[in-house]
């Protein structure tokens, strides 16, 4: 691709997330985009080929952030268990940060959107690869480390997923956890913790 129409395909991109943040779901129409390109629906149109082309270009892009994000932390430590509960925090900043474009890489949430599959896999090889490198430094002799990344992963979505859903509708006065951004982040670490001591992770 040439610069110049690299540099178009971002513009639209940047358009797009802009819509996705902004206006969310119902925003991400070809001609909301186009105008927050400053651009035609021809021009959507021709680059992407339409709405499931631009959808998986967005999708595409959600998981470059994501793995921006664990390329861009800080170098490894002597102490692997602290990195990777940083790792966690940071992790929960990205989905707190825009829960609808955490839930465009990870739920449903345009009805009959299902990303190309040999993207989709791409794109979490990519950014799951990243994340097992940090583990795989705290893996005792004997603990699989894709398998204890994907445990550990799996914990961190359901935390921050039941915060983000409970965050979305009016508090309930009897829940077991205050809506404070002091109680939701207590509560996911030591969820995190939990996990990381029974898989047995542990620095060397």
């Known amino acids: 691709?040439?610069?110049?129409?690299?540099?178009?395909?971002?513009?639209?991109?940047?358009?797009?997330?802009?819509v996705l943040f902004d206006r969310g779901v119902t925003g991400l129409t070809v001609r909301g985009v186009a105008e927050a390109a400053g651009a035609s629906t021809i021009s959507v149109y021709a680059r992407f080929g339409g709405r499931a082309g631009l959808l998986d270009a967005l999708y595409e892009r959600t998981f470059d952030s994501l793995r921006e994000l664990l390329e861009g932390l800080p170098p490894a430590s002597p102490d692997g268990i602290a990195d990777l509960l940083y790792l966690a925090?940071?992790?929960?900043?990205?989905?707190?940060?825009?829960?609808?474009r955490y839930a465009l890489m990870f739920e449903r949430p345009v009805p009959g959107f299902d990303p190309d599959p040999a993207l989709r896999s791409a794109v979490l090889r990519t950014t799951f690869s990243l994340f097992t490198a940090?583990?795989?430094?705290?893996?005792?002799?004997?603990?699989?480390?894709?398998?204890?990344?994907?445990?550990?992963?799996?914990?961190?979505?359901?935390?921050?997923?039941?915060?983000?859903?409970?965050?979305?509708?009016?508090?309930?006065?009897?829940?077991?956890?205050?809506?404070?951004?002091?109680?939701?982040?207590?509560?996911?670490?030591?969820?995190?913790?939990a996990i990381i001591t029974g898989l047995g992770l542990r620095n060397p």
């Not at 040439?2 to 639209?12: M, T, V």
């Not at 990344?149 to 997923?161: D, I, S």
């Open 89 to 100: 925090r940071e992790y929960r900043l990205f989905a707190r940060e825009s829960p609808v």
């Open 1 to 18: 691709m040439r610069p110049a129409e690299q540099g178009n395909r971002e513009r639209f991109l940047d358009a797009a997330l802009a």
């Open 134 to 193: 940090r583990v795989q430094r705290v893996c005792p002799p004997g603990v699989d480390a894709r398998e204890a990344a994907y445990q550990l992963w799996t914990a961190m979505h359901g935390l921050v997923g039941a915060e983000l859903l409970m965050a979305s509708r009016r508090p309930l006065p009897d829940w077991f956890i205050p809506p404070t951004e002091e109680a939701n982040e207590q509560i996911y670490r030591r969820g995190v913790v």
